[in-house]
């Protein structure tokens, strides 16, 4: 027989383990399901998490999961492959082959970073190759960084990054050439611009060397910055009814997510939604409130549901 959960979560990172914390401390039968493929695992810690600042993110899934399982919430390694609505809730096909039912869906599946066509782009990804200065920062703090360039935003991405260092370079690769008023900006916070495409990043013993620009010449520097198009893990979700959309900043096109209301409820009913494949720019402790939000507002239409059926079911009685 199919075994029943109330809820089945989809993703057990931050998001999902804490929506699976207050529902499984609501006393709710729950399953998370984890691929075991966090956006973060390449980073060395988890940062501007109050109390648990620099926390390696394995170590901190690790602790989660063991806080849902003290609860008796079950979590496995695995995948969803499919989820069909029944008419009492979702049938939901898993990797290994097993089908489980749930009442509802919190799906956390995360988000895809796409990164620049850059050779040593991707070996050096979240280490020396960075993309948020709040994540990363203070780590390269007073280093020499490179800002690749290859969208509009460029320029507020190097403004950014001065907070932290005064030895920012600007590499223009495929951006667009910075306006007037740009190149004053630019000038007036003493960050360097350097036309021309890059050809590669180098590396030393596993860490950054610099930037081979496709002239030739290479430019020595520490931690080098690019802008990942973020697409939302949404293939699950789609199969369901729901669309990722496109989101801005600027005006500019930076990924895509799927749209829910502000407890996490997808306009499918019985879905809902939390951390990065429903909020791009959520960092960790932003997708764990939100994850704990989503599960406060899943209990609460349960307990609605539970106290219908109750009614129901004393009307019935009472008729008899």
């Given at each position: 027989?199919?075994?029943?959960?109330?809820?089945?979560?989809?993703?057990?990172?931050?998001?999902?383990?804490?929506?699976?914390?207050?529902?499984?401390?609501?006393?709710?039968?729950?399953?998370?399901?984890?691929?075991?493929?966090?956006?973060?695992?390449?980073?060395?810690?988890?940062?501007?998490?109050?109390?648990?600042?620099?926390?390696?993110?394995?170590?901190?899934?690790?602790?989660?999961?063991?806080?849902?399982?003290?609860?008796?919430?079950?979590?496995?390694?695995?995948?969803?492959?499919?989820?069909?609505?029944?008419?009492?809730?979702?049938?939901?096909?898993?990797?290994?082959?097993?089908?489980?039912?749930?009442?509802?869906?919190?799906?956390?599946?995360?988000?895809?970073?796409?990164?620049?066509?850059?050779?040593?782009?991707?070996?050096?990804?979240?280490?020396?190759?960075?993309?948020?200065?709040?994540?990363?920062?203070?780590?390269?703090?007073?280093?020499?960084?490179?800002?690749?360039?290859?969208?509009?935003?460029?320029v507020h991405q190097a403004l950014m990054w001065r907070q932290w260092t005064a030895d920012v370079t600007v590499f223009l690769h495929t951006a667009p050439e910075p306006s007037a008023d740009e190149l004053t900006q630019l000038a007036a916070r003493g960050?360097?611009?350097?036309?021309?495409?890059?050809?590669?990043?180098?590396?030393?013993?596993?860490?950054?060397?610099?930037?081979?620009?496709?002239?030739?010449?290479?430019?020595?520097?520490?931690?080098?910055?690019?802008?990942?198009?973020?697409?939302?893990?949404?293939?699950?979700?789609?199969?369901?009814?729901?669309?990722?959309?496109?989101?801005?900043?600027?005006?500019?096109?930076?990924?895509?997510?799927?749209?829910?209301?502000?407890?996490?409820?997808?306009?499918?009913?019985?879905?809902?939604?939390?951390?990065?494949?429903?909020?791009?720019?959520?960092?960790?402790?932003?997708?764990?409130?939100?994850?704990?939000?989503?599960?406060?507002?899943?209990?609460?239409?349960?307990?609605?549901?539970?106290?219908?059926?109750?009614?129901?079911?004393?009307?019935?009685?009472?008729?008899?």
């Amino acid at each position: 027989m199919e075994q029943q959960y109330d809820v089945v979560v989809v993703g057990g990172g931050a998001a999902g383990l804490s929506g699976a914390l207050a529902l499984s401390r609501a006393r709710r039968s729950v399953l998370v399901v984890d691929a075991g493929t966090p956006r973060n695992a390449p980073a060395d810690g988890v940062h501007n998490y109050l109390a648990r600042e620099g926390t390696p993110p394995a170590e901190l899934m690790a602790a989660g999961r063991a806080e849902v399982a003290g609860y008796g919430g079950e979590v496995v390694e695995g995948t969803v492959t499919s989820a069909e609505r029944t008419g009492d809730g979702f049938r939901v096909g898993l990797g290994d082959g097993r089908e489980v039912r749930a009442r509802r869906l919190l799906v956390t599946t995360g988000l895809v970073d796409e990164l620049p066509d850059v050779p040593g782009v991707r070996e050096l990804w979240g280490r020396d190759v960075l993309h948020c200065p709040y994540c990363h920062g203070w780590e390269v703090r007073d280093q020499a960084v490179g800002i690749i360039g290859t969208s509009a935003m460029t320029v507020h991405q190097a403004l950014m990054w001065r907070q932290w260092t005064a030895d920012v370079t600007v590499f223009l690769h495929t951006a667009p050439e910075p306006s007037a008023d740009e190149l004053t900006q630019l000038a007036a916070r003493g960050i360097s611009l350097v036309e021309g495409e890059v050809a590669a990043l180098e590396s030393r013993d596993g860490r950054l060397a610099g930037v081979r620009l496709a002239s030739g010449e290479l430019v020595p520097r520490h931690a080098v910055v690019v802008a990942t198009r973020m697409t939302a893990r949404a293939g699950l979700l789609t199969s369901l009814g729901l669309e990722p959309v496109e989101m801005e900043m600027g005006g500019h096109v930076f990924g895509t997510h799927i749209p829910a209301d502000p407890m996490g409820a997808t306009s499918v009913p019985g879905v809902w939604v939390a951390g990065n494949v429903a909020n791009l720019q959520a960092q960790v402790i932003v997708a764990a409130g939100a994850g704990l939000t989503a599960g406060a507002a899943i209990n609460a239409d349960l307990i609605a549901e539970d106290t219908r059926l109750a009614v129901a079911a004393l009307t019935t009685s009472g008729a008899r």
